[in-house]
């Protein structure tokens, strides 16, 4: 995987930036008095399978475009069961079977890009990346945990009756420590650069453009995910493409990247 940055210079530090959060927020924190750590971790890890913007999963002001979790449809190993979030741990218990994929919906009417309807599922790497794999069950344990049905933010907790939502300072927050945490410059780095991430690393990955575009809700007019695959560096481009980073192109991107963020 990647964590984007403007720059391709960072570009070999962007796989350990998602293992650090994942290792501090995840694995090392416990669901009773860090629950807002793993509520982090798994937002951003499941925002850059699904190239999400930052408002469709995560508090934003004056945003009506998060993830709910009648958005999410959890599909059982060899039954014909399909549940939400909230439903999954009795389903679970009742049928012995774990989760085979997860599909989410992005609805038009809560898209932020006009008819832009997405449907699909986490885990494109598939089920031979120990990453992508590990993502899908890292979420499918926190909807066992705090998963909730109805229309209701897919990315809150509950605690003494009072809903909690994963929120942009919660996100710019986590980024940024990891970059700094690994020496790289947490200025370089912001809630777009998830997107802009996931986005490199599937081209990275030779995915289609047509996929690409797809997956992160870009029409066919745009050009973003060219704009974001280009901060990979030239010997990690997708076979078969004309283009190749260049200085320019990197000065570029670096402005296009602040001025996003």
């Not at 982090?40 to 709910?68: K, N, Q, Y």
């Not at 190993?77 to 009742?94: F, K, M, N, T, Y």
């Not at 992160?216 to 078969?240: E, Q, V």
Request: charged residues 25%; positive net charge; glycine residues 8%.
């Amino acid at each position: 995987c990647s964590f984007g940055s403007a720059a391709s210079v960072v570009y070999k530090g962007q796989h350990e930036m998602m293992l650090y959060l994942r290792e501090k927020y995840w694995v090392n924190t416990d669901w009773i008095s860090q629950v807002d750590q793993k509520l982090t971790w798994i937002g951003i890890a499941v925002a850059m399978d699904c190239l999400l913007r930052i408002s469709e999963f995560a508090l934003v002001p004056d945003s009506d475009h998060m993830l709910r979790s009648s958005d999410v449809a959890f599909e059982l190993q060899d039954v014909s069961v399909i549940c939400q979030p909230g439903e999954l741990r009795s389903a679970i218990s009742r049928y012995g079977k774990q989760v085979r994929r997860v599909q989410i919906h992005i609805p038009y009417h809560r898209s932020k890009v006009v008819k832009s309807e997405r449907k699909l599922f986490l885990n494109w790497r598939g089920p031979d990346s120990a990453y992508g794999t590990q993502v899908l069950n890292d979420f499918t344990e926190y909807c066992i945990r705090e998963g909730s049905s109805g229309d209701v933010p897919l990315f809150s907790r509950v605690r003494k009756g009072r809903r909690k939502l994963l929120t942009y300072g919660m996100v710019t927050g986590a980024v940024k420590e990891a970059a700094g945490a690994l020496g790289l410059l947490p200025v370089d780095f912001a809630t777009h650069s998830i997107r802009i991430g996931g986005a490199t690393s599937m081209c990275a990955a030779g995915w289609d453009r047509a996929k690409i575009q797809q997956r992160g809700g870009w029409s066919d007019l745009s050009n973003s995910d060219l704009i974001y695959a280009l901060s990979l560096p030239s010997d990690s481009l997708t076979p078969g493409t004309d283009r190749h980073v260049t200085v320019d192109d990197v000065r570029w991107l670096q402005v296009f990247h602040n001025r996003t963020n």
